[in-house]
Each structure stands twice: as C-alpha cells, then as structure tokens.
C-alpha cells in the first residue's frame, strides 16, 4: 500500500491529520476534542484505537485541544521534544510516564514501515516542528505554522510526493481585517503565518517532478479563502514556470471535515 493519509481538520479551529503504511498508523496533531477526532477518523474508516502514536507539532491550543483526553482514553504514546513536553504538561493533563516520549528535532522514528523526520520550523511556540514521512521512495512532508520557509526547510521537504503546506492568509485581507495590529504583526512576521503569496513561491523552490499534489492548509477563516489561495498560489506558480513544466494539482482542506484518503502510489 505505501504511504496514505487524511487532513482530518486544518484552521485556526483545529488541526489533525492522520498517515499510515502497511503496518504504521499516526496521528499528527489533536487540536479538536477528542470526541471530534474520533467522529473524523471513522469517517475515514479507521479509529483511534489503531494508532501506534500521536506526533506534536507545538503546544497551541488549535494543535493540542483533544490530545490528553485521546491519549488517556487509547493508551497512546505522545512525541514531542522537550521544550514542546515543557510547554505542553500544564495543559493536557496527567499522562503515563511510558507514553511521554520525547522525539528531539531531527530526530527519525519508525512505526512499522513508517519512518518520521522531525524538522525545525519558525513559529512563536517553545519549539515547534514539520514532519516528513517515508516509506521506501515515498515521501509525505508536513509544513504548517511557518513564519517564513526557510533554506532548511525547504532542504527537508523538497522533492515530496504530496506536500501538505500553509497558505494561511492574504496579505490585504488581513491588513484591511479586524484584528488588532499587533496580531496582525504576529501573523505577518517569521514567526507567525505563511500567506498564500509565500506559499506559492516556496512551493516553486521546493517542488519537482516527483511533487503530485499540494494540500493547501490553515487557511484563516477570516483572512482568506480556499479558491483565492488557490488562485494565487497558482498565479505564483505560473510566472516562474515555463509552458511545458510540470505542475502538481492543488487540493482543499477544511476546517469541518476530512479530505478523502490519498494514496502516494496513485497519479
């Protein structure tokens, strides 16, 4: 089967995905209730009782929301790097010694044929992290609640069969939005959110021909919308590219509901 997954939920509401192999399944994120992550996995025909692990990717709320209660409740192991463990144990609550594991940056962990990198990101959190997933020559990246896209990130998730990246804003829609400007400077800032605009040329320095689709994630439910970060994304796209390049197809996530299952294996 190779390498499959579903983006349970993507927005400032609530983040999950799930990736699994032949024999590896994790779950990437809790930051709904657990009850709602539980309703969202079996639309995808599995549950929670199946994973090997829940992989953090930093202590905001809208990333940890139901991460203690689904881990408590399936007897889950929890990875984390130590300063994310740090900020996380004053809100998610008691957890077993033996499921607080500790994964630094960089590090690669194997759940069955899965293996999982580990990548630092720029966002203002303790010690916030991408991920990539491997399973012989396929390759998954995850990159969310970045800043900006650094050389080294754009190393680690460079040549991906499907990338899974932030467009989290347009630029105007959130200069002429209601937020405070001092949130605003938050999300305009490395270490805040990727707008559509960066999204797309990080996209073009990243992609290759190997690159089949981009899911395009965290979208601001106030400061952006799925067809206009599409459009722009694309735009950026089409001014670097030549007329016979190659091009991954751009896809949706919801903050509501789960992409259906994609196969790395499939065109």
Request: glycine share 8%; with cysteine.
């Amino acid at each position: 089967m190779g390498i499959r997954f579903s983006v349970l939920a993507s927005g400032s509401t609530g983040n999950a995905m799930v990736v699994e192999s032949d024999e590896g399944k994790v779950l990437i994120d809790a930051g709904l209730s657990a009850k709602k992550v539980e309703q969202l996995l079996k639309e995808r025909g599995t549950s929670a009782a199946e994973l090997n692990a829940i992989l953090v990717t930093h202590e905001h709320a809208d990333h940890i929301k139901g991460l203690g209660a689904i881990a408590r409740k399936y007897d889950l192991p929890i990875y984390a790097n130590e300063k994310t463990w740090a900020a996380l144990d004053q809100q998610i609550g008691d957890i077993a010694e033996a499921n607080r594991c500790v994964m630094q940056t960089g590090e690669m962990r194997e759940f069955g044929s899965l293996q999982v990198e580990s990548y630092g990101i720029s966002h203002d959190a303790a010690e916030p992290v991408g991920y990539c997933f491997y399973d012989g020559e396929e390759k998954l990246s995850l990159a969310t609640d970045l800043g900006y896209m650094s050389s080294k990130v754009k190393e680690k998730i460079q040549d991906s069969d499907a990338l899974v990246l932030e467009s989290n804003h347009d630029v105007e829609m959130l200069r002429m939005g209601k937020y405070p400007w001092n949130i605003k400077r938050r999300i305009l800032s490395d270490v805040g959110h990727l707008s559509n605009e960066a999204a797309g040329i990080g996209l073009f320095d990243v992609m290759t021909t190997k690159t089949k689709r981009v899911y395009l994630a965290h979208l601001s439910r106030d400061h952006n919308l799925m067809d206009l970060a599409r459009l722009t994304v694309n735009n950026m796209l089409e001014e670097r590219l030549n007329p016979d390049d190659h091009r991954p197809k751009l896809m949706d996530t919801y903050y509501d509901r789960a992409t259906m299952w994609d196969r790395l294996d499939e065109e």
